[in-house]
């Protein structure tokens, strides 16, 4: 698991890359991406030659974003690498944050 930023200087956005790897995707056959940042709206990430999954997204700089993937359309996982995590709201569950 990485989330990775690259803050750009002609704007104020930051590239954000999230990747699961392919011992953390555990077999699933589908990986995709839900957070505040696209409604919850799980998007698949693409998934790579060594078996890891990525994807990359603008964000505006200056938040905190929440996040989880979902493998497999049915379970939700954390990003060992977020910056942070918070009480999800909906269960007893905490969702990953990034911080830009």
């Known amino acids: 698991m990485a989330v990775a930023k690259q803050?750009?200087?002609s704007k104020p956005l930051a590239k954000v890359t999230?990747?699961?790897s392919a011992e953390a995707v555990n077999g699933a056959k589908t990986v995709a991406l839900a957070g505040e940042f696209n409604g919850w709206?799980?998007?698949a990430l693409k998934k790579q030659k060594d078996g890891?999954?990525?994807t990359t997204v603008e964000?505006?700089?200056g938040g905190e974003y929440q996040f989880r993937y979902v493998l497999d359309g049915t379970t939700w996982t954390n990003d060992s690498t977020?910056?942070?995590y918070v009480p999800s709201g909906v269960s007893y569950d905490e969702n990953s944050v990034v911080v830009l």
């Open 18 to 20: 999230f990747e699961l």
């Open 52 to 54: 890891s999954y990525k």
């Open 82 to 84: 977020a910056d942070k």
């Open 59 to 61: 964000l505006p700089v």
């Open 7 to 9: 803050f750009l200087k």
């Open 41 to 43: 709206d799980a998007q």
